[in-house]
Nanobody, 119 residues
Framework: QVQLVESGGGSVQPGGSLRLSCTAS????????MGWYRQAPGKQRELVAS???????NYADSVKGRFTISRDTVKNTVYLQMNSLKPEDTAVYYC?????????????WGQGTQVTVSS
């Protein structure tokens, strides 16, 4: 079982920045991939960014060049640095951990943190 606690959401004007944090209850070195998803009202949850333990990163096209995902294995925390925010980035952001347990891939989720971009 993995608990994920997120922080860092809030309201910001277009062009501003926010940094989201997600701290895991276990060593993230044992987690295959950590990522951030988001869900806007009336839309499906979508992958924003992910990073594997080997360092492979993946970004949604809509955030490339603006968002950066990073991991701190000492603090067991993954970050999402969001720059040049746009109103369309408004959503609830969820931290995700994907881990291989026995022979199954399991996904764990944080509680979500609201990001609102508005003037």
């Amino acid at each position: 079982q993995v608990q994920l606690v997120e922080s860092g959401g809030g309201s910001v004007q277009p062009g501003g920045s926010l940094r989201l944090s997600c701290t895991a209850s276990i060593s993230i070195s044992s987690i295959y991939r950590m990522g951030w998803y988001r869900q806007a009202p009336g839309k499906q949850r979508e992958l924003v960014a992910s990073k594997t333990g080997s360092g492979t990163t993946n970004y949604a096209d809509s955030v490339k060049g603006r968002f950066t995902i990073s991991r701190d294995t000492v603090k067991n925390t993954v970050y999402l640095q969001m720059n040049s925010l746009k109103p369309e980035d408004t959503a609830v952001y969820y931290c995700n951990a994907r881990r291989l347990e026995a022979v199954r891939w399991l996904d764990y989720w944080g509680q979500g943190t609201q990001v609102t971009v508005s003037s």
